[in-house]
């Protein structure tokens, strides 16, 4: 044991000096700005450095032992254990994703806060330190051993892959958006750069280098994220603790929405100007489409001429050069045929819809014009965080760390810590969107049209989806409904918005790209680890030299990276979709046949591959005929997005686990001794272990 | 115990999201009371209920002598 404490000790002295290094290194960058150093160099420098301090960290790890490899000896500190958790878990969608989720949805994207914390309780108290206690390599050896048979470990096996696939595509999207725009790399060529490093890692060193690179990353991602948000807490209300802050700042952003909603006041009557003109364009927009309907081909045809012919008119009259260009830029955007035109006048509608509607109040509960729609939200809310927590329960790659603490104990305690250095970021996100809300609300909407910030015109080159303001009333002034801000760039642009230096940028977008990068690490090691233990292992060759598992589990972790960064190539669109996805998937599959397999020693073989089936095959169907992307479209049950798809999924799989269990033998002597291994700590002998 | 904090949970997340526009008059710290539990007042007690767990259980299973230095 004094070991063990020796080696922790260790440990905090080196992550202390590392955590230093960190911040001496932004110091050092930020008097480099000073100097003159251009904007590009310093994102490179950062990028650069950082990706090679986790490849170092994945040379200095490697090795070849199986323990080591798999779950890095079962030796990591409770505290360390928590740190890597909690990069693993922080992926892109809660860096960059979660308080662009909240400046646009405001109380209503507070779900993601609570689902994705909450569900750290159900992980404490039902399966981390059972699964410790289990002591093997994955989830699909538990159920493997739990259940007997090759059935539900090969389920297993399957729907991890099914979810961690889907969640590692969401990251591998957000670590290409992040290279290829701080770098001006393409995106393609940035999702590779980003997969090398990914490999580099946890190709070398498996759970061991990923663990440390992973603590190493957590550090560098919690600075990135603290630093523009205390700035901002100081600048605005002179507390340095943002979380308790921003009350004062919510009061202020509600007080302004109240004025800006209001067309009594100058402000709110120039908005509700705008409003109308974009009411009008809906209207338009929805005529359009209606027209299109009737008249087809021929329509779009007179269409184009009639805009061809007004831009005739405006050049023979000499009229002003910027309604020539308004023009010309119509008909240029013309679509060209009767799809093009359906999808993009829906768009039109949708967008022009969103904005002409009065700014919903962001510390509104369910805000809603009538009880109905207030209702079906709460509905909603209440579903995606059910689904968000129990998944959170459910996913391999999380579970998986509880393998690598040192006790029982130590696994109780490690969720703890996990769920601490997590809040610490999820406790910011909130204060950060309210913050960059009031930027926006007093500096950017009232500025003038001809002293727009740079930052404005940098992001409209990005993408004009993300970032766009246009002088819709031509008043000069920019109002509230005029400008279109994407979720997905409020943190990396808060520095910029706020005013603070480069450098706080290029450390956000670092700190995004170890989210990025931590969870996906993760994620590929889960793939791998269920395709080569699990199935090679386990069913094709049980006495395979350890060698050759540890060589073909690295060569499955390219052939996984390799497809994984092909899908991506292919953009299947809505990170918030696919991870929300991920979440249902893993809670429908696994959650039950888990729970139940620890706590009721009754549930046996035919129950789970019922349960595990059963959950996963209704959540799959719900998304599937729900989700537009897939052009099904059936109504929806009980108004239940496609999210929460997983509402449905667990209660089939608790039902199916029992029914099935009922109506099937009951297990034998074995595997009630293996449970009863599970649940008490000290318990050892042969007849648990003996199953496995 | 299990069941004790597991209701603790359940009413913190989805009791107070349920009334959560009934509870919207109150005020804390100038957040609007649901607010304020949804961002932060939740997160803190699920730390608290897994910190309680942890420690309990250590003590219990001391106490029952099954845990693993015991």
Not at chain 1, 518 to 530: F, Q, V
Request: charged share 15%.
């Amino acid at each position: 044991m004094s070991g063990q404490s020796q080696f922790s000790s260790q440990l905090k002295r080196y992550y202390s000096l590392y955590t230093g290094g960190v911040i001496g290194f932004i110091v050092l960058l930020s008097i480099l700005e000073q100097m003159g150093v251009p904007n590009q160099t310093l994102g490179y420098i950062f990028l650069g450095v950082t990706v090679s301090l986790y490849a170092g960290i994945g040379i200095l790890s490697k090795t070849s032992d199986v323990s080591e490899y798999y779950v890095a000896g079962r030796r990591i500190p409770a505290m360390f254990n928590g740190m890597a958790t909690a990069a693993d878990w922080m992926s892109a969608a809660s860096f960059i994703g979660l308080a662009g989720t909240l400046y646009i949805s405001g109380y209503d994207g507070l779900a993601f806060v609570m689902g994705w914390t909450g569900g750290y309780c159900l992980v404490a108290l039902f399966l981390a330190p059972y699964l410790r206690k289990f002591g093997q390599y994955t989830v699909p050896d538990f159920l493997g051993a739990r259940y007997g048979g090759d059935g539900p470990r090969m389920i297993g096996v399957f729907a991890a892959i099914l979810c961690s696939f889907t969640y590692v595509i969401a990251q591998i999207y957000g670590l290409g958006l992040i290279v290829s725009r701080f770098t001006g790399l393409d995106f393609g060529v940035g999702v590779f750069v980003g997969l090398g490093s990914i490999l580099f890692c946890s190709f070398l060193g498996g759970m061991r280098a990923v663990t440390w690179t992973q603590v190493s990353q957590y550090v560098i991602l919690l600075v990135a994220y603290m630093i523009p948000v205390i700035w901002l807490s100081v600048k605005h209300t002179g507390n340095p603790v943002p979380q308790i802050a921003y009350g004062y700042v919510l009061e202020q952003v509600t007080a302004r929405e109240k004025v800006l909603n209001d067309a009594n006041t100058p402000d709110g009557a120039r908005e509700a100007e705008v409003r109308k003109i974009l009411k009008q364009r809906q209207t338009d927009a929805e005529a359009r489409l209606l027209a299109l309907d009737a008249g087809g081909k021929d329509y779009l045809t007179t269409e184009r001429t009639l805009l061809e012919k007004k831009l005739a008119a405006l050049r023979e009259r000499h009229a002003a050069d910027a309604d020539i260009a308004i023009a010309e830029q119509a008909l240029y955007a013309f679509p060209q045929t009767v799809a093009a035109a359906k999808s993009v006048w829906r768009a039109e509608v949708e967008a022009d819809r969103l904005k002409s509607t009065p700014i919903a109040a962001h510390a509104e509960a369910y805000a809603g014009p009538d009880e109905a729609t207030r209702d079906n939200k709460r509905k909603n809310f209440l579903a995606l965080v059910f689904c968000l927590m129990v998944g959170t329960a459910a996913l391999p790659h999380i579970l998986m760390r509880f393998y690598t603490t040192t006790s029982v104990k130590e696994a109780r305690l490690s969720v703890f810590w996990s769920l601490l250095f997590i809040s610490l970021l999820y406790l910011t996100a909130p204060a950060l969107a309210v913050l960059a809300k009031y930027d926006v609300y007093t500096l950017l909407v009232g500025s003038s049209f001809s002293e727009l910030p740079s930052w404005v015109s940098a992001w409209e080159a990005v993408d004009k989806a993300l970032m766009n303001v246009s002088d819709i009333n031509r008043d000069g002034i920019v109002q509230l409904a005029e400008v279109t801000i994407g979720g997905d760039l409020i943190v990396l642009a808060t520095p910029e918005i706020a005013g603070l230096p480069y450098v706080v940028t290029a450390l956000v977008a670092a700190g995004g790209l170890a989210a990025a990068l931590s969870t996906a690490d993760g994620l590929m090691l889960t793939i791998a680890n269920a395709l080569s233990h699990d199935v090679y292992y386990k069913m094709i060759d049980p006495k395979a030299p350890t060698g050759r598992r540890l060589a073909i589990s690295k060569g499955l972790l390219l052939v996984v990276a390799v497809c994984a960064a092909y899908v991506t190539s292919l953009k299947p669109g809505d990170i918030l979709f696919m991870v929300g996805a991920a979440f249902s998937l893993a809670g429908s599959a696994f959650f039950p046949a888990l729970v139940l397999g620890i706590f009721w020693k009754r549930a046996n073989k035919a129950g789970a591959i019922a349960g595990m089936i059963g959950g996963l095959s209704v959540c799959m169907l719900y998304m599937y005929i729900t989700y537009p992307f897939f052009g099904v479209n059936a109504p929806l049950w009980w108004d239940i997005n496609p999210i929460s798809a997983g509402i449905f999924g667990i209660p089939v799989g608790f039902a199916a686990v029992i029914l099935g269990s009922m109506f099937s033998r009951p297990p034998g002597a074995k595997v009630r001794a293996l449970v009863d291994y599970v649940r008490y700590p000290n318990m050892t002998g042969d007849e648990g272990r003996g199953v496995s | 115990m299990t069941g004790a904090l597991l209701s603790v949970w359940f009413l913190a997340t989805f009791g107070v999201s349920w009334f959560a526009r009934d509870l919207q008059a109150l005020t804390l710290l100038g957040f609007p009371f649901p607010f304020f539990m949804a961002a932060q007042g939740a997160l803190l007690i699920y730390l608290l209920l897994v910190g309680f767990y942890a420690w309990r259980m250590g003590k219990l299973d001391k106490k029952y002598g099954v845990g693993e230095d015991a």
